[in-house]
């Protein structure tokens, strides 16, 4: 079992920034990486960002990059998610999520375990 708390959250201004956190606890499941996902209002969950806990391998998707970064912390067992040059599409729930599978997954279903999210809304 993997128990993952989401925190950073807020409101911010367009062009602002906000940095998330994910604290991953739990001794059964060692997760290989973690994702980042986000969904809005009447919207899909949709793919962010996701990473190895090395740090060595990254993907994100076409919508934040250049603008967010994930990074990992393995001594703390967290996992980062800065944002960057917030617009307002970028408002919904971030969700973190595990995964024991490598390379990072950039598919919802091949996550094992998630958060219970975080509010991100961005104001024009």
């Known amino acids: 079992q993997v128990q993952l708390v989401e925190s950073g959250g807020g409101l911010v201004q367009a062009g602002g920034s906000l940095r998330l956190s994910c604290a991953a606890s739990?001794?059964?499941?060692?997760?290989?990486?973690m994702g980042w996902f986000r969904q809005a209002p009447g919207k899909e969950r949709e793919f962010v960002a996701a990473?190895?806990?090395?740090?060595?391998?990254?993907y994100y998707s076409d919508s934040v990059k250049g603008r967010f970064t994930i990074s990992s912390d393995n001594a703390k067992n967290t996992v980062y998610l800065q944002m960057n040059s917030l617009k307002p599409e970028d408002t919904a729930v971030y969700f973190c999520?595990?995964?024991?599978?490598?390379?990072?997954?950039?598919?919802?279903?091949?996550?094992?375990?998630w958060g219970q999210g975080t509010q991100v809304t961005v104001s024009s």
């Open positions: 990473i190895d806990w090395s740090g060595t391998i990254s």
């Open positions: 739990g001794r059964t499941f060692r997760p290989n990486a």
């Open positions: 999520a595990a995964s024991r599978l490598l390379p990072p997954s950039k598919t919802i279903r091949e996550y094992d375990y």
